[in-house]
């Protein structure tokens, strides 16, 4: 397997080149070794990659595709990300230091999500609609035109999948912005887009500063949509400029998802599930589970199984087998991370396990964090209004299905819910009041590329995946064909 890095050039409308713009240092944050440095993008790299994107979205070789031809397209992709699994799963933990179990599942998952949309454009068919008169109505679909592409350092692989695979299928020019964290897998993606003979300058590649590539392809005129994953403040600023251009969005921002456990819960399937949804990822994830109710008549022993088989996680490194819980992205990422932990013991928390990084030789060059859970705060407090994006999860107890729906709702956030119960009807009740994108009844986290995704309130705006999903990247237009042959009679005309 090929363990070398990218060569450090971008992927600027087809044609790799060195960068212009500051320098960006990928870190292997499992011992702080750096992988690479690269020269990010410049604005300068943006206008060359929206001119040449322009050019080659509206040539009629790409224009004039039929839907099922696009469709070949996106299987090649899908198969030269499957033939580079392993590479891609390497590359990947190295860039964010997650664990090779994850990352070979998100290089499966963004295969996946590129096959499943060119099946969508083999089935995507437009609406003849029922006509009120003498003449033929029907609604067909067509492409936006360029797609800015805004993806997060968590999980790049799957979310650059996740927009650029409907947004190409609709028949746009990508223009995609990874995450400065990790910019490397998505340089990857090019080369094999790339090998798949995707016409060139419909798919770039822009690592850089967010100030100076991302809010460029927010601001340009020439971009037609911009599809957004990341934090909520950086999502807001982004809404008021689409406003401006009047262009749509889509924003995927964070969460701070409640996960219930009722008395009558399977205990064993819940306290899996809770630890997965929060604990995976080390807890870096915008659906982490990290606000618990636990119902009062099992708080107490519920909580303590919860820390105990917590204390029973293998926190190690990434390319570990047995390891569960990894270092985090970033050493800077930490330090946030520690403030929240040390916000809430200012406001009266008590740590139940964890709070700390872990100590000895395999831990001290890493940024690690063990997993952390905290009671004794009220529902009110910083560290269960705020998303801390990290292995940290707050438990508070509830009385009814009343009082935890309150408080479930009392948020900003509107991501993503647990429900643990054996009763179906009240999770399903539940499931209904609970107000969330995503909910998830007796398991967690668990995604498929056909189920629409997104969130509500401060988590977002706009769907992703699903059949939808390709015609969240076009415009519908409605046309009526006269049948008669006769002149409209308003005229008067003979």
């Known amino acids: 397997m090929d363990h070398s890095f990218p060569d450090g050039r971008l992927f600027v409308g087809g044609e790799w080149q060195t960068g212009r713009g500051s320098d960006i240092t990928s870190v292997f944050a499992a011992d702080g070794t750096e992988n690479t440095t690269l020269a990010g993008a410049s604005k300068e790299d943006v206008e060359v990659a929206i001119d040449r994107a322009i050019t080659a979205q509206t040539d009629p070789a790409w224009q004039n595709l039929k839907p099922h031809e696009r469709a070949t397209y996106l299987y090649r992709i899908a198969d030269g990300i499957t033939a580079n699994i392993d590479r891609i799963s390497w590359l990947q933990s190295r860039d964010t230091s997650k664990t090779r179990t994850e990352t070979r599942a998100l290089a499966t998952s963004a295969a996946a999500t590129f096959r499943y949309f060119g099946a ?31 993806t997060p350092w968590n999980s790049p692989i799957a979310s650059d999948a996740q927009k650029a ?19 490397l897998i998505s340089l990857e993606l090019a080369r094999i887009v790339e090998e798949a003979g995707l016409p060139k300058g419909l798919f770039s590649v822009l690592p850089g500063s967010g100030r100076e590539v ?9 971009i037609s949509k911009v599809s957004f994953t990341g934090g909520t403040s950086t999502g807001r600023q982004l809404a008021h400029v689409a406003a401006e ?3 749509p969005v889509s924003l995927e921002l964070g969460g701070k998802s409640p996960t219930i456990v009722f008395e009558d819960c399977n205990e064993v399937q819940a306290l899996a599930g809770i630890l997965f949804g929060i604990f995976s990822s080390s807890g870096q994830s915008c659906i982490a589970g990290s606000r618990l109710f636990v119902q009062r008549s099992i708080y107490d022993r519920f909580v303590d199984r919860l820390v105990q088989a917590t204390n029973a996680l293998r926190v190690g490194h990434p390319f570990d087998a047995a390891t569960q819980v990894s270092s985090m992205v970033h050493a800077d990422h930490r330090a946030s991370v520690e403030g929240y932990v040390q916000a809430a013991r200012d406001e009266g928390g008590e740590v139940l396990t964890g709070g700390s990084r872990p100590t000895g030789a395999d831990y001290d060059q ?15 407090a910083q560290t269960c209004r705020e998303e801390i994006f990290g292995p940290v999860l707050v438990v508070m107890p509830f009385d009814d299905e009343e009082d935890v729906i309150a408080m479930s709702n009392d948020n900003d956030y509107g991501l993503a819910c647990g429900i643990w119960s054996r009763d179906h009807a009240k999770c399903w009740r539940l499931g209904r009041a609970i107000r969330a994108g995503t909910v ?14 997104g969130g509500d309130g401060a988590s977002g705006m706009g769907r992703e995946k699903g059949r939808d999903g390709l015609r969240a990247y076009q415009r519908q237009k409605s046309i009526y064909q006269d049948l008669s042959g006769l002149p409209h009679p308003w005229a008067r005309l003979r």
């Open 440 to 453: 998830w009844i007796n398991t967690y986290k668990q995604f498929s590329i056909t189920t629409p995704f």
């Open 120 to 150: 969508v454009l083999e089935t995507a068919d437009d609406l003849l609609t029922s006509p009120r008169g003498d003449y033929l109505t029907y609604s067909v679909h067509e492409p936006l035109g360029l797609v800015g592409a805004i």
């Open 366 to 380: 890493g940024a690690y964090y063990k997993p952390t859970i905290i009671a004794g705060l009220t529902n009110q």
């Open 214 to 222: 991302g809010n460029l392809l927010v601001e340009h005129p020439d």
């Open 165 to 183: 695979a409907p947004a190409l299928a609709a028949g746009n020019a990508v223009l995609l912005k990874p995450a400065s964290w990790s910019p």
């Open 245 to 247: 251009k009047l262009m």
